[in-house]
């Protein structure tokens, strides 16, 4: 069974500009999680999706947006980069629901660059 | 407020010797799940083991196993033999209630040595 993918693996951006990240979770899998990784701030969630549907927001302005679509890919989108924005972002996997407890499969990540 | 707390910023461990990685966690909530990640210098995080709050035996998965001390709220990530491969940092993650957002500690990097 093939893993999360994410793409593009590297984007390199400058101030101002926007951007999308794309995930594709494991086949079977329905909740789609954004993280988001920076040396100063570690590991934080941005969002969650299932079904379609934002089940779950972190504490992030809204120019940090995202969508599933109904084959349970994932995007995320960045408006307005900012320096600090810079940073790996991890998309995690998730069979359905609220009871697949144990399992959280995360991808490549995207490495996102902003001048 | 979830909250997890990974107090040895590194460790040093030579190549066949064990290793424990310490993890503490705080949460009110009494149905939680708490995980372990490794995450090489490529970036990609690989899970490694879980241990659900209700679960009555410490988690174990090939040369990981979880010492789980639920009074304590304690979840130590145990590795045996170590291996070279094993060089990467380790992140301790807790989800709580049914959903699936992930709170993570600050994470361990293990330098295993020849």
């Known amino acids: 069974k093939a893993g999360v993918t994410q793409t593009p693996r590297y984007l390199i951006k400058t101030r101002g500009q926007q951007v999308t990240l794309s995930c594709s979770p494991i086949?079977?899998?329905?909740?789609v999680s954004w993280y988001q990784q920076t040396p100063g701030q570690g590991l934080q969630f941005l969002f969650e999706?299932?079904?379609?549907?934002?089940?779950n927001k972190g504490n992030f302005p809204g120019r940090f947006s995202g969508r599933q679509f109904s084959n349970s890919r994932s995007e995320m989108n960045v408006s307005t980069l900012e320096l600090g924005d810079s940073a790996l972002y991890l998309c995690a996997s998730s069979p359905a629901g609220t009871g697949s407890y144990n399992e959280q499969f995360f991808g490549p990540g995207t490495r996102l660059t902003v001048l | 407020a979830q909250k997890i707390t990974q107090t040895q910023p590194g460790m040093f461990v030579q190549e066949k010797e064990a290793v424990t990685l310490d993890c503490t966690y705080d949460t009110s909530d009494p149905s939680y799940g708490l995980f372990w990640y490794k995450q090489p210098s490529s970036g990609e995080m690989i899970f490694l083991i879980y241990q659900g709050s209700y679960d009555q035996q410490n988690a174990t998965e090939g040369r990981y196993s979880l010492n789980f001390q639920k009074a304590r709220k304690s979840a130590n990530l145990v590795i045996s033999a170590s291996q070279l491969g094993d060089s990467a940092m380790y992140f301790c993650a807790m989800r709580d209630g049914g959903f699936q957002k992930l709170v993570f500690g600050t994470g361990t990097r293990l330098l295993v040595s020849p």
């Open positions: 999706y299932f079904s379609e549907t934002q089940r």
């Open positions: 086949s079977g899998h329905r909740s």
